[in-house]
Every structure is written in structure tokens, then in C-alpha cells.
């Protein structure tokens, strides 16, 4: 694993009596789409915070590129809060400019870049009208291009999605596709298992701010126990490794579909090496990938706040 | 630094785009030029010619040597005001001149006239004028009398004048090299002071009453003459009846402590007052609409990631003082230029005022007890704006926080003008937040020097704590969503990681 562009060493952050992260350890690999997957109060925004030195942790350690949670790191850092907002009468170009100067940009890379991410987001033409007047998903891009002005190495960004049409969340997920291509490294928080699904490399899973699961999708995926859809003219409840099924739908000609969930530990190629071997007939077999969701559901429970 | 100058930069340039701000800054130079104009074209015309035909013989000497008499008083008036605001009473010591009231004494103002008035007078104080004193400037008679023109026809007694005499009336006449509105003529007819015979004064219809209260005064008194010579009372006599004057003495205080200076002293400071509550709350609510605004939109996060609560607080105080003071200057600005340049009613005012202003540390005290005075008003907004939700959360706090403000200064402000030690001003002085307030009232009336050492030292402290102060509620508070309790805010001043 190459090195971290950002590590939790048992971090905890009480307010008052209540304890919203409790002794989390991660670590994100440079270079990666990292998700942050919770319920509503699972601690995501406080973890990023305090990752921004905007909180401070009671307990633990945070490093973010090599150092200390900092404003210093500014420069290096693109951040997108989960609730959105700009100065209403600034024109939609000095937002951005002024954003690129407290990252201690130059004025006049500053202004070119910001441009250019214009130009990318089909906002040149908006570039001298005051925020107020754009639309709100217009408003939404150009908050998106505060954060990316700086052409940072670690691009945070909080329940990034949430409040943007499809054509627009679907404009956002190549733009943190684009920043990772670039090798960026970027955190995102969220509660819908949709975008991690397709963007995220690696995956946190937080339950009221303990680690649920921290791991790449597959091995997330592989904790689950496999479950399949086969035909067959016997029930295979009784084969090893089986630990239920279900007819599913009327035989045709004779072959009944079974939902069918295997042991944990126990994978489809092995029941069909079985079958296989021991003449059990098969019509068809169909091995389901279990969704982000149910993966969520597993791991951390099936009455959080999240949308699939 | 360099972010608390970009977030400086950025509200100034917030506030530079909003109307109401050019409004502000317009105000006062507006003011000023209205009551300027208004009071030039209401002030009557500073000399008026005017024609005496007197067909008796007997009375124009007599108004003449009045109107004369009259000037040379308030020549010999000015005169020694100038002298002793320049220090020249020791050139001449027994000229009229050198003593304040010698304008009330018909004697000395002849001796004056008989001197050769006001020129002699520029000539003999000449050797002794120092530089940067300016040389007396006398006034232009009010009423220069010319002949009659040979043009013009008089009506007969009870007849109205010709077409020709008013529209002469409504014009200019060349008086030496001047020109001046022809005022009035007087017509004493022959048979004047019989019964049934008037005397009648043609005006150009602006009032000249000083003109016309002369002439009605002379023509009286010649007349009351005429009256007590048939009571055969001999014409001295009648004259000392007439001169006889109730022993009255005029005493003056020692020079620069009387109530004309102290109060004249006094306008610049108190005008400061008013501006400074006029612009630390009006800048004051723009900031707190800012913070509202960043705060309920919670744009502050994303500034929040780039740099510390404290660096976004003093930017915001110093973009938004650099606003206060760029008011001041404008509005100062504008004053003197106004009170140089121009005449009339705000220049009478404002010239003597800014000539008060003689010594440094009168000067100093004002910009101290002005900038600091700010300050303590703009973080109290701040602080308002850093724990309000929105501008209806923030005018429930701002109501009771401006009556805290106004009402004691106002009561300041009576009280100073009326007798600056009374004991509410003096303890105000001590009590920061009013300081600045009951200071600048003070100033111009005389305040000891340990006082005004004693209270900057106050306000510095007192500034330094509320920095502090701020410095952490802005961190605790902005973050934080809802209404905070009046607790939980205690919690935060109190703690210096509140809120992390
Ligand atoms: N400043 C704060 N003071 C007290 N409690 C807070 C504060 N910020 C967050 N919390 C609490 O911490 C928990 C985690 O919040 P948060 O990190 O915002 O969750 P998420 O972003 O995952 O929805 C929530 O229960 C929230 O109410
Ligand atoms: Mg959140």
C-alpha cells in the first residue's frame, strides 16, 4: 500500500457527554476514491472536520498529507461542505478567485484557473453575473469549483451528491473520476450507496461514529454470505453448504427457480463444482453480486437513516 | 495576515457594492451644500446701495452718520476678536482694538473711525503679524449711498412710483467698482414733521431691515429733538437725556475660557459623537448582515477549511473599520473643504470650530477616543452576527444592545453640553463602552489630562479583552446550528477552546 493521504489513529470527538467518533482508525491511500458511508449523525461531517482542523479531536491522531490537521495544508486541500452557500452578490468569478486566494493562490493563476474550470463546468458565460442570479444547480457547480480551483492533491468532499439533479450528479461523479485520473486523492461522505458503488475504490463504514468496515468494495462484498438463483427439478436445500432456499415463482416442464443463500464462507463455485460432480441437474445458475446497500445493511444495521 | 487582508479586501469591496452605503456617505456632503446654498439664498445680499432725498436738508447727515457709526462698531467688533484670537492685543495697547468690549462705547468707536477705521488699523498691526496669521479681512459696508440718479422721478406725496424707479429698484447700480443691488430709496418730503407728512423708504422688496430700522430710529430721534426743543428743553440737554445710559459693565471671562469658545471648541467633538454613532451603526448592521449571512448559509465552513475564526474576525474588523474611517474622511473631507471654500451658514459654524482645534493632544483624543469607540461597537455587532440565526434573531438582540448604546449618550451628550462635570458624565467616562462617548462630549470643554490618559489606557485593556472575547465566541458559535442559550454562551467565553 502506498503511502496515506490521510490516517485516523484512534480518533475520538466528544461533545459535551455525547461521544459522536468513537476511537476511529483508517488510513487513505494516495491516489484513491475513498468512500465515507453513514447514517444520518454517523459522524462523517464531524470526521471531516476535524480532518480540516476545524474541530479539534478530544482523543488520537489524524495526519493529512504527512502532517498535522492544518490551515497550512490549505493549499494542497479542495473541500466541499455538506451544506452549501456563496455570497450572494459576488459575481460567480471573484467567488472562485477569492476561495483560490485564501488558498494562498496567486491573483493571477488564481483567475486562469478559475476560468478554465469554467469553461469545463459551461459556466464561462456566468462568469460576471452575481451569484445570486444563477440557478441553483449552477450555484451548486460553482461551489463544486471553489473546491477544485486549487488543483488540490486531497479533495474532500461532504455528501457531495445530495441536493443535485441526476444530470448534475452524474457531471460530479466524472469530475471526481477526472480529479482520481489526475491523482488526486478524494474522501467523499455519503448516504447514498449509489455513487459509492460506482466511484469508490475503498470504503468506511460508519455506525454512530465506530468503524463498521474499512476495505475495498469486493472484500466488503465477500463478507456477505453468497446468494444465488438456480433451476432445478429437487429442492437443493439439502446440498452442503446451502443455507436456504426458497422456490421462487411456477415449474416449467418440471424446473423450479430457487432462491437459494449459501453458508458464509462458502462460494457458488464450490455448490457448482458440487452439483457438477455429484449429478445434480441444473437448468440455470445465476450468482447475484449483493448491492452496496445490502452490504451496508449487513455490516451496520438495517435502521440507519440511507438511501440504496 | 495576508488572509485577514483578503477578507478585509472582501467586505470592502461588499459594502462598497451596496446603495445604502453611497447613500451614507453621500448624506453629510449634501447637507452641507443645501444648508450652504439655503443660507446664501436666504441671507440678504451683503451691501445694498440706497439714496436718500431729503428735501428738508435736515436728516440724511444724520441716518449717514449712523449707517456709518454702525459699521465702524462692528468693524471695531470684529476687529478685536480677531486680535485676541491672534494674540495681538500687546501692539497696540491703547488702540480701541485691543480691548474686547470698546464696540459698545460710542466714544472708543469714534476714536476707531477718527483713527482711520479698519485699514489704519490692518497697517498698524502689520509689523507685529506673525506668519501664519492671517491678515484681518474688513467687511464691506452694508449700505453705500449713492445720489439719486437724475433719471429717476420721485412721485409726488400719496402718488405711486413711476414704472421707471421700480424696475430701477430691481436692478444693479455701479457703486465704485461694485456692483449692487439698488435696495431702497428714502423720500423725506419737504414738509416733513408736520401732521399728515410722511416719509416714505421705495424698497426692492427684500427685507433690509437693518436699513430700514436706521432710518425709522433716526427720523424718531430727530424728530423726539424737534419735540423736546418746544418743551424748551436746550438741545444738550435733550441730548444727554438721550445719552444717558444705565451703568452697565460688561465683564468677560479671561481669554479662551469663555462660553463661546468652549462651546465652539466643542463642535468638532461632538459632531464626532453623532458620526460615530451614525457610522459604527450603520457599518455595524452591514457586518452583522455579512456574518447572518455566512453563518445561516453556512458558507462560513468553506471559508472555515481555508483559514481560523480569528483571521476571518479581524478581517472583517478591518475591512469594515477601513470603511468607517473612509466615511469620516469623506465627511471630513467635504466639511473643511466646505467650511474653506464656501460661505454660509455650515462654513460660520464649521470654520471657528476647526480653528478651536489648536492642540495636539485635543486632536489625538479625538481620532483615539473616535477609532476605539468604533472598534468596541463594531465587535459588538460582530458578536450579535456570530450568534444569530438570522437578521429577525439579530434584531432581537440588536434593539436592547442600541438602547444600551443610545440612550446613555444621550443623556451624555445633554449633559456635557450643559455642564460638563456633572457627576452622570464624569462616571460614564469610566465605563468603557461610553467612554469614547462621554470623552468626545467632554473634550472641547476642558478635561484634565490624567482623565484623558486614564480612559485611552481603559479602552486599550478594555479592547484587548473584547478581542479576545470575540475571538472565541466567533470560533464556538459559527459552527454551531440553532439558537445558542445565553449558558451555553457564557460557556464559550469563558473556555479558550470553546466549541473545538
Ligand atoms: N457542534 C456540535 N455539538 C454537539 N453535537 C454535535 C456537534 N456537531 C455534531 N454533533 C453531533 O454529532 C453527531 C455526528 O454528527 P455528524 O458528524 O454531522 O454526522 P453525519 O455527518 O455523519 O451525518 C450527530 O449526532 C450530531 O448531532
Ligand atoms: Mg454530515
Redesign the pocket.
Known amino acids: 500500500m502506498s503511502a496515506a493521504a490521510m490516517a485516523f489513529d484512534g480518533v475520538t470527538k466528544q461533545?459535551g457527554d455525547?461521544t459522536?467518533v468513537d476511537h476511529l482508525s483508517f488510513a487513505v491511500p494516495e491516489g484513491t476514491i475513498f468512500g465515507f458511508l453513514?447514517g444520518?449523525?454517523?459522524?462523517?461531517?464531524?470526521s471531516l472536520r476535524m480532518a480540516l482542523d476545524i474541530l479539534t479531536p478530544t482523543g488520537g491522531r489524524i495526519d493529512v498529507l504527512g502532517n498535522p490537521p492544518s490551515r497550512e495544508s490549505a493549499s494542497d486541500i479542495g473541500f466541499l461542505p455538506?451544506e452549501r452557500g456563496l455570497y450572494k452578490k459576488m459575481s460567480v468569478l471573484d467567488t472562485i478567485v477569492y476561495f483560490a486566494r485564501l488558498k494562498r493562490m496567486e491573483a493571477g493563476p488564481a483567475k486562469q484557473s478559475a476560468m478554465a474550470l469554467l469553461e469545463r463546468l459551461e459556466l464561462a458565460d456566468w462568469a460576471k453575473s452575481p451569484v445570486e442570479k444563477l440557478s441553483k444547480g449552477m450555484a451548486q457547480k460553482v461551489q463544486v469549483a471553489t473546491a477544485l480551483v486549487n488543483s488540490p492533491k486531497l479533495l474532500m468532499l461532504d455528501e457531495p451528491f445530495s441536493g443535485l439533479d441526476p444530470v448534475n450528479q452524474k457531471m460530479l461523479e466524472d469530475l471526481i473520476a477526472d480529479a482520481a485520473k489526475d491523482g488526486a486523492t478524494v474522501i467523499f461522505?455519503t448516504h447514498v450507496m449509489q455513487h459509492a458503488e460506482r466511484l469508490c475504490d475503498r470504503l468506511l463504514m460508519l455506525a454512530r461514529g465506530k468503524k463498521a468496515f474499512d476495505g475495498t468494495q469486493d472484500e466488503a462484498r465477500a463478507a456477505l454470505p453468497a446468494r444465488l438463483e438456480l433451476a432445478s427439478r429437487t429442492a437443493p436445500d439439502a446440498l452442503p453448504g446451502v443455507e436456504s432456499a426458497e422456490a421462487i415463482g411456477t415449474a416449467e416442464d418440471g424446473w423450479i427457480k430457487y432462491d437459494v443463500r449459501l453458508n458464509s464462507g462458502v462460494t457458488p463455485e464450490q455448490l457448482l463444482e458440487h452439483c457438477t460432480t455429484n449429478g445434480f441437474g441444473l437448468r440455470s445458475f445465476d450468482v447475484q453480486t449483493p448491492s452496496l446497500h445490502e452490504v451496508f445493511i449487513h455490516f451496520v444495521g438495517a435502521n440507519e437513516e440511507i438511501e440504496r | 495576515m495576508r488572509e485577514v487582508m483578503l477578507v478585509a479586501m472582501r467586505e470592502i469591496r461588499q459594502v462598497l457594492g451596496t446603495k445604502g452605503f453611497w447613500f451614507m456617505i453621500a448624506a453629510v456632503p449634501v447637507a452641507l451644500a443645501v444648508s450652504g446654498f439655503a443660507s446664501n439664498q436666504l441671507a440678504p445680499e451683503r451691501s445694498v446701495a440706497y439714496s436718500v432725498v431729503d428735501e428738508t436738508g435736515l436728516y440724511e447727515d444724520r441716518i449717514t452718520a449712523r449707517l456709518e457709526y454702525d459699521y465702524q462698531a462692528s468693524e471695531l467688533r470684529d476687529l478685536a476678536e480677531y486680535v485676541e484670537r491672534w494674540e495681538l492685543q500687546d501692539a497696540v495697547p491703547d488702540a480701541p482694538w485691543a480691548s474686547r468690549q470698546s464696540w459698545l462705547f460710542p466714544a472708543e468707536v469714534e476714536r476707531f473711525a477718527d483713527m482711520g477705521g479698519s485699514e489704519a488699523a490692518i497697517a498698524a498691526l502689520e509689523p507685529f503679524r506673525e506668519e501664519g496669521v492671517p491678515e484681518f479681512e474688513p467687511d464691506d459696508r452694508s449700505y453705500e449711498q449713492i445720489a439719486f440718479p437724475d433719471d429717476l422721478t420721485l412721485p409726488d406725496a400719496g402718488e405711486e412710483p413711476d414704472e421707471k424707479l421700480i424696475a430701477a429698484l430691481e436692478g444693479d447700480v455701479d457703486v465704485e467698482d461694485r456692483e449692487l443691488p439698488f435696495g431702497a430709496v428714502l423720500q423725506i418730503p419737504a414738509n416733513f414733521g408736520e401732521p399728515g407728512a410722511e416719509a416714505r423708504i421705495f424698497t426692492n422688496g427684500r427685507s433690509n431691515t437693518g436699513l430700514i430700522r436706521v432710518i425709522r430710529e433716526e427720523l424718531s430721534g430727530s424728530l423726539q429733538d424737534g419735540a423736546f426743543a418746544a418743551q424748551g428743553i436746550a438741545p444738550d440737554t435733550a441730548l444727554a437725556i438721550q445719552g444717558l445710559q444705565a451703568p452697565v459693565s460688561v465683564i468677560e471671562p479671561p481669554p479662551g475660557a469663555g462660553r463661546s469658545v468652549v462651546a465652539t471648541r466643542s463642535v468638532v467633538p461632538i459632531a464626532l459623537v453623532y458620526l460615530l454613532l451614525i457610522t459604527a451603526v450603520t457599518t455595524g448592521s452591514l457586518m452583522l448582515q455579512g456574518v447572518v449571512e455566512e453563518r445561516s448559509n453556512k458558507l462560513v465552513e468553506s471559508v472555515l477549511a481555508c483559514i481560523k475564526p480569528d483571521a476571518l474576525m479581524q478581517g472583517k474588523l478591518l475591512g469594515l473599520g477601513a470603511v468607517g474611517f473612509m466615511i469620516i474622511i469623506v465627511w471630513a473631507g467635504t466639511g473643511m473643504i466646505g467650511a474653506l471654500y464656501f460661505e454660509g451658514f455650515a462654513a460660520d459654524v464649521l470654520r471657528p470650530s476647526l480653528e478651536a482645534l489648536d492642540d495636539p493632544l485635543l486632536i489625538f483624543a479625538m481620532l483615539f477616543y473616535f477609532v476605539t469607540g468604533y472598534i468596541v461597537l463594531a465587535m459588538m455587532f460582530l458578536a450579535i452576527g456570530a450568534v444569530s440565526e438570522s437578521m429577525q434573531d439579530a434584531q432581537s438582540y440588536l434593539t436592547p444592545v442600541i438602547l444600551l448604546i443610545m440612550i446613555p449618550v444621550l443623556i451624555v451628550m445633554q449633559a456635557a453640553i450643559s455642564g460638563p462635570d456633572q457627576l452622570v458624565v464624569k462616571v460614564l467616562s469610566w465605563i468603557p463602552i461610553y467612554t469614547p462617548f462621554a470623552m468626545l462630549a467632554r473634550l472641547g470643554t476642558g478635561v484634565a489630562t490624567w482623565e484623558i490618559i486614564g480612559t485611552m489606557v481603559l479602552m486599550v485593556i478594555f479592547v484587548w479583552i473584547e478581542l479576545r472575547l470575540l475571538g472565541r465566541l466567533f470560533r464556538a458559535s459559527l459552527?454551531?446550528d440553532g439558537k445558542p442559550t445565553w449558558k451555553r454562551m457564557v460557556g464559550w467565553l469563558k473556555s479558550s477552546e470553546a466549541g473545538r
Open positions: 461533545f455525547f459522536a453513514g444520518n449523525g454517523a459522524g462523517k461531517t464531524t455538506e461522505s | 459552527l454551531n
